[in-house]
C-alpha cells in the first residue's frame, strides 16, 4: 500500500469522510448486489453482514492510510482471506475481481462527494482518485493471490485424497473403505478398473493421454508406477499404450482393482515381453503357486531323471509337442523338424517309462507339468 500513504489528508476531510462510511459502505454492497450476479444471494444473511462489515473496514483502512495512520498490511491480509474465501464458496476470481471494480466507482463517487465540501484542494482530488483506484488494484492483486493459493493447495489435497485412493485399491481395502476413500476424492467410482504397469518415468505421460479419471502412482518400488483406468475399451487402451513399455492386467470390478494389479505384477515377473496378461493366461495359471508347479514337475517327469540329461531333454520336447498336437505324429515331426520315424522311435521310448500314458489323469498332469518351456 506505499502509492495511497503518499496522499496525507487534513482531519478535517478525514472527519468528513468518516462520517459518510456507513452509507459508502451500503452503496457499495447495494451497487455488487445489482451489478454482479454470483453475489445476489451470498450478500444476504449472515454471509451479507460478513462482507457489509469487511466493505466499511476496507474503506475505513484506507482512510487511516490516506492519512498516514496505519501500514497496508491489514487489508491486504483481509483481501487475500477474502480470496481464499472465494475458492470455498465455490465462486471464480472473475466475479470477485467484478466486485472489486464496482465498489472502486461506488467508492470513489461516494468518497469524493464527501471530500470536496470538506475542502479538498482541486489539485489534490484528482491524486485521491487515483490512490483510490490504486488502493483497490492492491486489494484485488491480494484477494487474488489467496484464491490462487487455496485453489493449489485444494488441487493438493485432492491429489492426495486420489493417491490415497489408488493406494487402498491396491491394497484390497474393504468396499466400505474404498466407498469413504472414493468420497474424500470426490471421485465417481466406475464399472471396472483395468491396471497398467510401466516405468514411473513414463506413467505421468501415459496419464495424461487417458481418461481423466484415471488414478495414477507413480512413486512405487522398483521405479514402477501403475495407472486405474476406468471402463477402458481394451483394444483403444492397447493402442494407446504402444509406445509404453507397459503391461495390462484384466479389467476388474473397481472395488477389485488390487487383482488386476497383482497379475499385471505376475506378469512382468514372469516376462519382460508380456504387454497383454489376457493373451498370456495359461502361463499365468501355471505361475500361480511355482512351489506346487515345480513338485507337479518332478513328480510328472521323474521317469526322465533316470536317463542323460541329453536324451530327457529330446524325449521331454517330444511328449510336449506330441500332447500339443494330440498323437498327430507328422505334425509333432514338423514342428520338431524331425522326421516322422524319429517320432515314432521316441513315443516308443516314452511309452516305456509311462506306461500309463493313454490314461486321462496321467495326459492331464503331463500336459500341466510340460504347459511352461523352462530352462
Not at 510328472?300 to 542323460?308: D, G, I, K, M, N
Not at 516308443?348 to 498332469?365: G, I
Request: aromatic share 4%.
Amino acid at each position: 500500500m506505499r502509492r495511497v500513504s503518499e496522499l496525507a489528508l487534513d482531519e478535517t476531510t478525514v472527519t468528513a469522510l468518516r462520517a459518510a462510511l456507513k452509507t459508502t459502505a451500503e452503496e457499495v454492497v447495494q451497487a455488487i448486489i445489482d451489478e454482479v450476479p454470483p453475489y445476489a444471494n451470498a450478500l444476504s444473511g449472515h454471509m451479507g453482514a460478513t462482507i457489509r462489515r469487511a466493505v466499511r473496514t476496507a474503506l475505513g483502512h484506507y482512510l487511516d492510510l490516506a492519512s498516514g495512520n496505519a501500514s497496508g498490511g491489514d487489508a491486504g491480509d483481509a483481501a487475500y482471506e477474502l480470496g481464499r474465501g472465494e475458492v470455498r464458496d465455490g465462486r471464480s476470481m472473475d466475479a470477485l475481481l467484478s466486485a472489486y471494480r464496482v465498489g472502486a466507482r461506488v467508492a470513489w463517487r461516494c468518497l469524493a462527494a464527501g471530500a470536496v465540501p470538506a475542502g479538498l484542494p482541486a489539485a489534490e482530488v484528482a491524486k485521491f482518485a487515483e490512490l483510490t483506484f490504486a488502493y483497490i488494484d492492491e486489494l484485488s492483486a491480494a484477494s487474488a493471490a489467496g484464491h490462487a493459493d487455496e485453489l493449489a493447495a485444494r488441487g493438493r489435497a485432492h491429489e492426495r485424497h486420489l493417491e490415497q485412493l489408488a493406494r487402498d485399491l491396491l491394497a484390497g481395502a474393504s468396499p466400505d473403505v474404498l466407498l469413504a476413500s472414493a468420497q474424500r476424492a470426490g471421485w465417481q467410482p466406475p464399472v471396472s478398473l483395468t491396471a497398467v504397469l510401466l516405468p514411473a518415468a513414463q506413467a505421468r505421460p501415459a496419464y495424461r493421454s487417458l481418461d481423466a479419471s484415471t488414478l495414477i502412482l507413480d512413486d512405487l518400488p522398483d521405479a514402477t508406477g501403475v495407472l486405474l483406468v476406468p471402463d477402458a475399451e481394451r483394444a483403444h487402451l492397447l493402442r494407446q499404450l504402444t509406445e509404453r513399455t507397459a503391461v495390462i492386467g484384466p479389467a476388474r470390478p473397481w472395488t477389485r482393482a488390487s487383482a488386476s494389479y497383482q497379475r499385471a505384477v505376475r506378469a512382468r515377473s514372469l516376462s519382460s515381453d508380456i504387454r497383454d496378461t489376457e493373451d498370456h493366461l495359461p502361463e499365468l495359471v501355471l505361475s500361480a503357486d511355482a512351489d506346487a508347479f515345480a513338485d507337479l514337475r518332478a513328480r510328472a517327469l521323474a521317469p526322465l531323471r533316470t536317463l542323460p540329461a541329453a536324451t530327457a531333454r529330446r524325449l521331454e520336447e517330444t511328449l510336449r509337442e506330441w500332447l500339443l498336437h494330440q498323437g498327430r505324429r507328422d505334425e509333432v515331426a514338423a514342428a520338431l523338424f524331425v522326421h516322422p520315424q524319429t517320432v515314432r522311435y521316441r513315443m516308443a521310448q516314452l511309452r516305456e517309462l509311462f506306461p500309463d500314458l493313454a490314461s486321462p489323469h496321467r495326459v492331464l498332469e503331463l500336459t500341466l507339468a510340460l504347459g511352461l518351456r523352462t530352462g
